[in-house]
């Protein structure tokens, strides 16, 4: 595992019970940084530990590697890993640019290796029984894919790491903004519906999105995104780090007979006809789903790179967009003290509801503080 604090400790409570019930040998552990001590899942003896992921591919030589690293070091990494002969589970976004995206397909069908990509809620039985209800006509024709949610993200979060609010890092894309890592889950669940919906992949004609940020970072913190699809429904992301009232995430998929709402980061789902929302219980892990296939290809990976295609694509619509707009004086303000201070826009969580219900971007729906969207028609 290279890449192991973190979000990686997450990843070692996964492997833990993986490793303890035989299922797997946990190896090594690779990071610059000392290893954190994490109590739910104590490193196993005999694992051993590195600062360089080369030296540790040449030494260990593992089957599988889980890359948990920052976005802009993903792709060096994974073609290092693959090139000595390892399958990954790479966590998102698993690399920042379309160009990127086909030189590590081109690695690993060089290699016959394959990369899991750690979209984790698409393992969701929860999103399998929306896609269900939107394919077998549940919802009429579906006519709109939305997702909104609103978060906040205190001022110790864009301190945590030198790539935390970064374009660019190191002369490499990062784009850590809201749409491109903390809410890429929304991002892809709605990208999945689409593919479900039309059952082909997004193929995306125009990419339109407004991007604002609250804080002196260089990308967005709230941004509303259009895409248009060749082929399918139009899909908006409305999405905030400087949200008002908590929404965790919704997928709001319409059709002309109904409307299916799932929140994917607990599962609840709620479809046309019943009272309320209902958990559906049940997540396939993405690197026991990767264990499985490399036992049987017959078993379909998850999130393999290539499902990841149009996500990429949106990243790089987004790369190419301009700093986003900064929002302030009375506009904002401050809740909390010291390094847990947090940043609320006045009124985004309506602006994002009626984006992702209405399927229109803040600027056409006569929002004062909204601008201009970038507008890009793919392929360009
Ligand atoms: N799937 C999810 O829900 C989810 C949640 C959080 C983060 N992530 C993703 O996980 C990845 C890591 O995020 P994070 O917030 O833990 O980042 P982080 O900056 O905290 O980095 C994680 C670890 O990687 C180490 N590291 C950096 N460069 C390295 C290198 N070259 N070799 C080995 N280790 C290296 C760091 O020292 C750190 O310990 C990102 O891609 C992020 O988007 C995914």
């Given at each position: 595992m290279i890449g192991a604090n973190g979000h990686g400790r997450w990843h070692r409570r996964v492997i833990g019970p993986l490793h303890d019930a035989g299922r797997?040998?946990?190896?090594a552990l690779v990071d610059p940084r000392p290893i954190e001590e994490e109590p739910a899942a104590p490193v196993p003896a005999g694992t051993r530990i590195f600062t360089d992921h080369r030296a540790m591919l040449a030494e260990v030589a593992p089957e599988v590697v889980v890359i948990c690293t920052p976005p802009h070091t993903h792709l060096p990494i994974a073609r290092d890993a693959v090139t000595a002969g390892a399958d990954l589970l790479l966590?998102?976004?698993?690399?920042?640019?379309s160009g990127e995206h086909e030189e590590l397909a081109g690695a690993l069908a060089t290699t016959g290796r394959v990369a899991q990509v750690g979209?984790?809620?698409?393992?969701?039985a929860a999103l399998t029984a929306l896609t269900d209800a939107a394919t077998t006509g549940r919802l009429g024709t579906v006519t709109g894919i939305a997702t909104v949610a609103a978060w906040q993200r205190p001022d110790a979060y864009y301190a945590r790491?030198?790539?935390?609010?970064?374009?660019?890092l190191d002369g490499r894309?990062?784009?850590?903004?809201a749409l491109a890592n903390p809410l890429a889950h929304a991002v892809m669940q709605c990208l999945a519906v689409a593919e479900a919906v039309t059952g082909q992949p997004v193929e995306p004609a125009t990419v339109e999105v407004e991007r604002y940020r609250?804080?002196?970072?260089?990308?967005?913190?709230t941004a509303v995104l259009r895409l248009r699809q060749v082929v399918g429904p139009p899909i908006v992301a409305a999405v905030t780090l400087?949200?008002?009232?908590?929404?965790a995430g919704e997928v709001i998929v319409t059709g002309t007979g109904g409307r299916a709402v799932l929140e994917y980061p607990t599962d609840r789902l709620w479809l046309p006809g019943e009272a309320g929302p209902q958990v559906v219980p049940g997540r396939q892990g993405l690197l026991e789903n990767l264990l499985a296939h490399r036992a049987?290809?017959?078993?379909?990976?998850?999130?393999?790179?290539?499902?990841t295609a149009a996500f990429t694509a949106v990243l790089t619509a987004v790369q190419a967009a301009p700093e986003p707009t900064l929002l302030g004086g009375d506009l904002v303000e401050a809740v909390g003290e010291g390094t847990q201070r947090v940043l609320r826009i006045r009124g985004v969580n309506a602006v994002l509801r009626r984006a992702a219900e209405r399927g229109e971007l803040p600027s056409e729906s006569g929002v004062a503080w909204a601008v201009a969207p970038w507008r890009v028609t793919t392929p360009e």
């Open positions: 797997l040998r946990l190896v966590e998102k976004p698993p690399v920042l640019t979209f984790q809620a698409l393992g969701s790491a030198p790539w935390a609010g970064r374009r660019l894309p990062v784009l850590d903004g609250v804080r002196p970072i260089e990308v967005d913190d400087a949200g008002e009232d908590f929404i049987d290809r017959r078993v379909p990976l998850i999130a393999p790179l290539a499902r």
